[in-house]
């Protein structure tokens, strides 16, 4: 059993040794050996040792409310005070075990995916500040930590994205994704404040107490709980500020894989998880529309796109609103599940991408061809013969996310699909739950199987460019395999991992879980609900799986239907999904100008009016009065009354100075005078 002193040490541990990576890397990293990719390598590979050593300790000894916490006082001003720590739990130990895992994949891919890249060194520094930023939200025990680490989150997104800033699309891109997810941190800080202000702690069980309590409740804890929602609408990417993650892409495929499958978009459902007992049941319902919307809204643009990774991108916002909206319907143990399967085949999936455009990039550097786009999927075309371990990985993903039998995504998105049923039933008139998340479901399996077809069966689209294809080296296949691998059914019906079992761990998790805000339901009703939901669920989500994969088949493969003859006759719909439904031109048109005009008008009458004629006049008649008053004290005041006193005096002084002649004889006359003048005053 490991003790909490061996917790304490392992946390910081894997907390720290990527920032120590970070410091080595960004300051030597050009000095050292292949430009320390090792030290970033070594230091993220502990940490997946020592993360699954918690993980292996957690099943070994498993206890449903196991919980350790340690802290230490950072600022204490009496009537003011907060503490720093981290609090480990099951949820916690998962959590780490899944960034751990995607992190270590992802520096592994790297190193021959950014092999020969310009800032070789900074790429691997700055994939270890993402890595320490993201376990130091899944660690935090406290409101003040979690925002500390959410916004370093932000800005490693920032530097990653922007990793190649030569290109204008990068740099954009990665300008785009930090300041809409700025847009959602102040949802999120207002958050915080109204809880502290309520409760008078950012601790998470104090304010869990507090809140259980009735310390906050009503459209307090409801603007509260909203407001801690909106920051992870920014992070994870909901409906409306998901535009920024499909320009995040501009970034390297890794970290595209990175972001998507465990860390940064992977917070927002983590937050909510996390601080689900906060959750009003009003706060609850607006989570289950957007992450409900948000799942149908993104299927419906990925169906159109043509590049491959926005396809895994549009996918990826799908799939958070699905466990978005698990969290909504009080399933939030499925939307954790759901984000544990995820991580494996989205991470999967974008490598397989990433060894795709690898290998395009190769055959087109080689016909010395800079014009034609890699991640095109329509320059793709039969790569199956010639990629073959990237093309079957990618289809065991595929079938994974599509929720096709004997793959994880099956188990996990079944549970989320059962909750939104479960929730319908009880509440008819939020029917549309499980319309967005069946509906979403159907799209998924089109689309997925749509990029599959596009990119590895059919004849070649480019012939001299499919010639110089080949599979991708194995440093870059290997985590392709274990992913894959991890996307099998049997890794989560093991003893205790089976959510849907009545002793699986996941369950007992469930049934651990009863802290939750008045009115919420309680987790033994969520688990009852979503039980007998759950055959149901699982018959519309395989027959609207088996629709989607029918449909691409028939249309991409035997060609049956013409995906360009749909295309037209559904006009002004297609030309919606395949433009984004036009949000960022509208965006720009209604938002940005509209604000960019206003700063403009703003900056006007701050610079040329109130500057020029209120600041600046008010200097210049303020220097009118200084001259004035100049004038009165240097010529009237000085020279007059002062300087001139000082003149007379000095003259009477020279006159008297003619007194003084050194002669008894003229002071013995001058005596007489005097006293003369006397006696005739007096005699008058």
């Known amino acids: 059993m490991i003790t909490g002193n061996i917790i304490t040490d392992f946390c910081l541990l894997i907390l720290f040794l990527p920032l120590l990576a970070f410091a080595i890397n960004i300051f030597f990293g050009k000095r050292l050996p292949r430009q320390g990719d090792w030290v970033s390598v070594g230091s993220v590979l502990i940490t997946l040792i020592l993360s699954l050593s918690l993980l292996m300790n957690m099943f070994m000894n498993w206890d449903a409310n196991f919980s350790y916490e340690a802290q230490f006082s950072w600022i204490d001003l009496g009537a003011f005070k907060v503490e720093l720590g981290f609090w480990v ?264 991408s990433g060894s795709v455009i690898h290998a395009m990039h190769h055959s087109l550097h080689e016909l010395h061809d800079h014009d034609t786009d890699p991640q095109d999927m329509r320059n793709m075309g039969g790569f199956k013969t010639k990629m073959p371990i990237t093309h079957w990985t ?90 894959a691998g991890l996307s099998f059914f049997i890794f989560y019906t093991l003893p205790y991992f089976n959510p849907i079992s009545d002793h699986g761990w996941f369950t007992e998790l469930i049934k651990a879980g009863d802290s939750v805000a008045p009115g919420n339901p309680t987790a033994h009703e969520i688990y009852d609900g979503v039980h007998h939901a759950h055959y149901p669920a699982m018959a519309l989500s395989l027959l609207v799986a088996g629709l989607g994969i029918g449909l691409s088949y028939l249309m991409y493969m035997k060609h049956k239907f013409s995906a360009e003859n749909w295309a037209r006759k559904m006009g002004f719909l297609y030309k919606l999904s395949l433009n984004k439904y036009f949000f960022d031109e509208n965006y720009n048109r209604f938002l940005y100008q509209p604000l960019l005009k206003l700063s403009r008008a703003v900056a006007y009458l701050d610079w040329d009016l109130y500057d020029k004629y209120f600041i600046n006049g008010f200097g210049r008649v303020t220097n009118l009065l200084s001259k004035i008053t100049g004038r009165i004290d240097y010529d009237g005041l000085d020279q007059i009354l002062v300087d001139g006193v000082g003149r007379s005096v000095r003259r009477l002084g020279k006159q008297l100075k003619q007194v003084q002649t050194g002669r008894l004889q003229n002071y013995m006359l001058f005596a007489l005078v005097g006293l003369i003048i006397i006696l005739v005053i007096q005699t008058i």
């Open 394 to 483: 990618m289809v065991i993903s595929t079938l994974a996310i599509s929720g096709v039998p004997l793959f994880s995504g099956f188990l996990s998105k079944d549970a989320i699909l059962a909750g939104s049923l479960a929730f319908a039933q009880h509440h008819p008139q939020h029917f549309l739950l499980p319309v967005f998340g069946f509906g979403a479901a159907a799209i998924t399996a089109f689309y997925m199987f749509r990029l599959i077809f596009m990119t590895f069966h059919g004849e070649p689209k480019l012939p001299k460019v499919f010639e110089g294809i080949h599979e991708s080296p194995k440093v870059m296949t290997f985590p392709l395999m274990l992913l």
């Open 89 to 352: 739990d099951n949820i916690t130990i998962v959590m780490l075990a899944v960034v751990a895992l995607i992190s270590s994949m992802t520096h592994i891919f790297s190193l021959e995916y950014m092999k020969g890249d310009i800032r070789y060194s900074r790429y691997y520094a700055y994939l270890g500040l993402f890595t320490f930023s993201m376990n130091g939200i899944v660690l935090a025990n406290n409101l003040v930590s979690l925002y500390i680490f959410w916004e370093l989150v932000g800005v490693s997104s920032y530097l990653l994205i922007a990793h190649w800033f030569e290109k204008h699309s990068a740099a954009d891109a990665g300008k785009k994704a930090f300041l809409t997810n700025r847009v959602g941190d102040i949802g999120f800080f207002i958050g915080i404040m109204l809880i502290f202000t309520a409760i008078g702690s950012f601790n998470f069980q104090d304010v869990f107490a507090g809140v259980s309590q009735g310390m906050i409740s009503g459209t307090l804890l409801t603007l509260a709980g909203v407001g801690l929602f909106m920051g992870a609408v920014g992070k994870s990417s909901q409906f409306p500020l998901h535009i920024w993650l499909p320009d995040a892409m501009e970034g390297p495929t890794p970290v595209s894989a990175l972001m998507h499958a465990a860390t940064m978009v992977a917070a927002g459902v983590y937050l909510t998880v996390r601080l689900f007992p906060l959750f009003s049941p009003e706060a609850l319902t607006i989570i289950a529309y957007v992450g409900g919307f948000t799942a149908l809204f993104a299927a419906t643009i990925a169906i159109t796109q043509n590049d491959i990774k926005k396809v895994l991108a549009y996918s990826t916002v799908s799939q958070l609103g699905y466990m978005i909206l698990a969290v909504g319907v009080g399933n939030y143990v499925a939307a954790l599940f759901h984000l544990l399967t995820h991580a494996m085949f989205k991470a999967c999936l974008f490598y397989g």
